[in-house]
């Protein structure tokens, strides 16, 4: 018994012939978006795609990678997928991307070198046009020499020189409001679980600690900031137990430099017996989708993630279109958002 013959793909010239168009104008049809498209008019176009779909037509990405020297795929490098902050971040790079064409790529380093290492060349050997990256340290010196020859830009995440695209949130802005709210509240003793300093995320929240405590009047003690090596919640927790323990006077409030590590101080305070906020109170930053989940809900500093997708996709294709293009960082503007884990302090 013979094998059942395998269904012939369809092909641009298949498409072509029931369009009764010439093949080219059929692949302009169906390119991606800008110059191409508007050499066809709308209804032949129209027409086209509808066929194409009749006919179930594919591309075949392989061979227009090799006619026009792109893939239409952008790597995105994260430090943990598991964290509840990227979703909104990849959705909007995926909506944006989607309207040229383009297919992400996602990345998982797990905050590890090493891992980092083989992923980005995983990316890279797969052809990627571009990199968005959520995952580069201060000195950006990998990055950068790579942005050389690659249109990168950078999320949540800011060279200190500035020399690559980067959409992030007024970081400095935003710790500044924590903890001016936590001070219009009574609090005095406000301490500070800092982030890896080697991420601009941490150095710059850390900044903003440092010169809104300034600006109030407050000293900055040595037992009042504790830096974490990661942003997680172990992290978080290892840093709380070190402020609340000490030989100092107990801080009565904490501002975390992320809601991972906020979640770690929720969970120092219920192992040292103590109550957010009657005993302490505290805040996060990047106001993650659980944050109102917590108990109590977590007052922390949101920013438009999904914005945030959008406009470093936007920043990639302006790169792809025009290399020399001007290099932007564009800062969003942070929110305050409060919720239960902050309460007024007496300041008797």
């Known amino acids: 018994m013979n094998s059942p013959q395998r269904m012939r793909r369809a092909t641009i010239r298949d498409v072509a012939r029931a369009a009764g168009v010439h093949p080219s104008t059929v692949s302009r049809a169906l390119g991606n978006g800008g110059q191409a498209n508007a050499l066809v008019n709308a209804e032949t176009r129209a027409?086209?795609?509808?066929?194409?779909?009749?006919?179930?037509?594919?591309?075949?990405?392989?061979?227009?990678?090799?006619?026009?020297?792109?893939?239409?795929?952008?790597?995105?490098?994260?430090?943990?997928?598991?964290?509840?902050?990227?979703?909104?971040?990849?959705?909007?790079?995926?909506?944006?991307?989607?309207?040229?064409?383009?297919?992400?790529?996602?990345?998982?380093?797990?905050?590890?070198?090493?891992?980092?290492?083989?992923?980005?060349?995983?990316?890279?050997?797969?052809g990627v046009d571009a990199l968005v990256v959520a995952t580069a340290r201060r000195d950006g010196t990998q990055f950068l020499e790579l942005s050389r020859r690659l249109p990168i830009v950078l999320i949540n995440r800011v060279f200190d020189d500035q020399l690559v695209p980067s959409v992030a949130t007024d970081e400095v802005a935003g710790v500044r409001m924590a903890v001016e709210h936590v001070y219009r509240l009574g609090h005095r003793r406000i301490a500070h679980v800092a982030g890896p300093q080697d991420l601009s995320?941490?150095?710059?929240?850390?900044?903003?600690?440092?010169?809104?405590?300034?600006?109030?009047?407050?000293?900055?003690?040595?037992?009042?900031?504790?830096?974490?090596?990661?942003?997680?919640?172990?992290?978080?927790?290892?840093?709380?137990?070190?402020?609340?323990?000490?030989?100092?006077?107990?801080?009565?409030?904490?501002?975390?430099?992320?809601?991972?590590?906020?979640?770690?101080?929720?969970?120092?305070?219920?192992?040292?017996?103590?109550?957010?906020?009657?005993?302490?109170?505290?805040?996060?930053?990047?106001?993650?989708?659980?944050?109102?989940?917590?108990?109590?809900?977590?007052?922390?500093?949101?920013?438009?993630?999904?914005?945030?997708?959008?406009?470093?996709?936007?920043?990639?294709?302006?790169r792809i279109a025009d290399p020399s293009a001007p290099i932007k960082v564009i800062f969003l503007p942070p929110e305050l958002v409060v919720r239960g884990s902050t309460c007024t302090k007496s300041t008797t």
């Open 47 to 126: 027409r086209i795609l509808r066929i194409a779909a009749e006919l179930n037509f594919r591309p075949d990405i392989a061979a227009r990678t090799l006619k026009t020297g792109q893939s239409h795929t952008v790597g995105v490098l994260l430090p943990d997928l598991t964290n509840p902050l990227f979703p909104p971040i990849v959705r909007g790079l995926e909506d944006r991307f989607a309207e040229d064409g383009f297919v992400v790529l996602l990345g998982n380093t797990d905050d590890d070198a090493q891992r980092g290492e083989l992923v980005l060349e995983g990316l890279l050997s797969r």
């Open 201 to 318: 995320t941490g150095r710059n929240r850390y900044r903003g600690y440092v010169a809104e405590m300034g600006r109030l009047g407050l000293t900055v003690e040595d037992s009042m900031v504790c830096r974490a090596s990661l942003y997680s919640p172990d992290e978080g927790s290892r840093c709380a137990r070190e402020l609340l323990q000490g030989p100092h006077e107990r801080p009565t409030a904490i501002v975390a430099a992320n809601d991972m590590l906020a979640i770690g101080c929720y969970q120092a305070l219920h192992a040292l017996g103590l109550n957010c906020p009657e005993d302490v109170a505290i805040v996060g930053f990047n106001d993650a989708p659980f944050s109102d989940l917590l108990s109590p809900p977590l007052t922390s500093i949101r920013f438009p993630h999904y914005q945030v997708g959008l406009e470093a996709a936007q920043l990639v294709l302006e």
